[in-house]
């Protein structure tokens, strides 16, 4: 409970930030009278839906059938945190009058996915440190975060949502297995999450060098 307690002034400044997020859509609705980019506020859903976990997980973390499942499904939803940043491909589709207000918006909808995303990586950590070594826990945090773009690449180039792991299982296990037993037939596939993966280790690297500075 205590590490439920110690979360939240990040939740109240978090809502603070999603909130100026949706103050943004609603602004460029009542603007353009277009809902086109409400589907920021599903992104968002989804991408809270990993925190949410690590939550329920701090609660339930001596059970370790009932952790490692949870795990297993935070793994699966990860990847829509960081997903709101490939988002920003539909400003092709935005006019000169109201391009860099659809950057804004779709920036701030994709940095507070980020936030909350590494957040809850932050929970995950602190739970498996009562189980892992440090060094075994920082090999699995770079392990995740590539994951984390592969699932990104399956997200938007393959157009598969985390439930479908679920609902169609066999079309996502032939996708990736081709993927993971031609590599260079596919290319694009590892470069994309190469390239996702490792922009993501930076940026959480630095901010927890930051953190670990003050």
């Known amino acids: 409970m205590n590490r439920i307690y110690e979360q939240m002034p990040f939740i109240k400044g978090f ?3 999603a ?4 103050l943004l859509l609603v602004i460029r609705i009542m603007k353009t009278d277009s809902v086109f980019y409400i589907f920021l506020v599903w992104n968002l859903f989804l991408a809270c839906i990993p ?12 059970n370790r059938f009932v952790f490692w499942l949870g795990f297993i ?23 000169l009058q ?3 207000f659809d950057v804004l918006l779709i920036l701030s909808f994709a940095v507070n996915g980020m ?6 990586l932050q929970m995950m950590q602190k739970s498996l440190q009562d189980q892992l070594s440090r060094q075994t826990i920082n090999i699995i945090t770079y392990v995740i975060l590539l994951l984390c ?17 679920i609902q169609n299982p066999i079309a996502i296990v032939s996708d990736v297995g081709k993927r993971v037993l031609f590599p260079i037939e ?28 003050q």
């Open 186 to 213: 596919h290319v694009n596939t590892w470069a994309f999450t190469i390239g996702f993966g490792g922009f993501l280790i930076i940026t959480y690297q630095l901010i927890q060098y930051y953190q670990e500075k």
């Open 73 to 95: 499904i935070w793994l699966a939803f990860l990847p829509n945190s960081p997903y709101i940043l490939t988002d920003l491909q539909h400003i092709r589709l935005s006019t």
């Open 149 to 165: 773009g592969f699932g990104i690449y399956l997200g938007r180039v393959l157009r598969w949502n985390s439930w479908d792991i």
């Open 115 to 120: 936030i909350i995303g590494f957040a809850s």
């Open 98 to 100: 109201s391009v860099w």
């Open 15 to 17: 809502t603070v930030s």
């Open 51 to 62: 925190y949410a976990i690590t939550i329920l997980l701090t609660l339930c973390k001596n």
């Open 19 to 22: 909130c100026f997020s949706l």
